[in-house]
């Protein structure tokens, strides 16, 4: 499969008083679109290895878990999804975000039914219009 690189400057070192220390630039590899598609079923599929389907808590991911007052959406962007992805972090936030954004008036009772066909299809729309829809936009300066 093939790979795309991208220049991307690596993380800084800050010493003391504020002076730069290093500041080098890296290769970063990222999938194709086919792969990533790929990668993305992979981590819904994780839904159907779960005893009990995760319900929001305190403990998820703060980007999916808070929301801005104003627009209603989550504070995070879209990047942060990725490593969602990569460390099969599926929690109950994303999936209620999911679950709302495909019109569901009562996203509880779809988890509470434990309906994983209607919870991974609203997942699959969810993260493909953020992820495949922008995938030239996104910031893949992630952490490995």
Not at 12 to 23: D, L, N, T
Not at 95 to 105: D, K, P, Q
Not at 126 to 141: A, F, G, M, P, V
Request: glycine share 8%.
């Amino acid at each position: 499969m093939r790979k795309t690189k991208k220049q991307m400057l690596n993380p800084m070192e800050i010493g003391f008083k504020s002076r730069i220390i290093a500041a080098n630039t890296l290769q970063i590899e990222y999938p194709d679109k086919n792969e990533f598609k790929r990668k993305i079923k992979g981590f819904i599929n994780l839904l159907d290895k779960m005893k009990t389907i995760p319900v929001p808590s305190g403990g998820d991911c703060w980007y999916c878990l808070m929301k801005d007052s104003k627009t209603g959406q989550t504070i995070g962007g879209n990047g942060h999804l990725i490593e969602h992805i990569k460390e099969g972090y599926l929690h109950g936030s994303l999936i209620l975000n999911s679950l709302i954004e495909a019109g569901y008036n009562n996203p509880g009772l779809i988890v509470h039914m434990n309906l994983r066909d209607s919870i991974k299809r609203a997942l699959r729309r969810y993260l493909n219009k953020r992820l495949l829809t922008e995938y030239d936009k996104i910031d893949w300066n992630i952490q490995d």
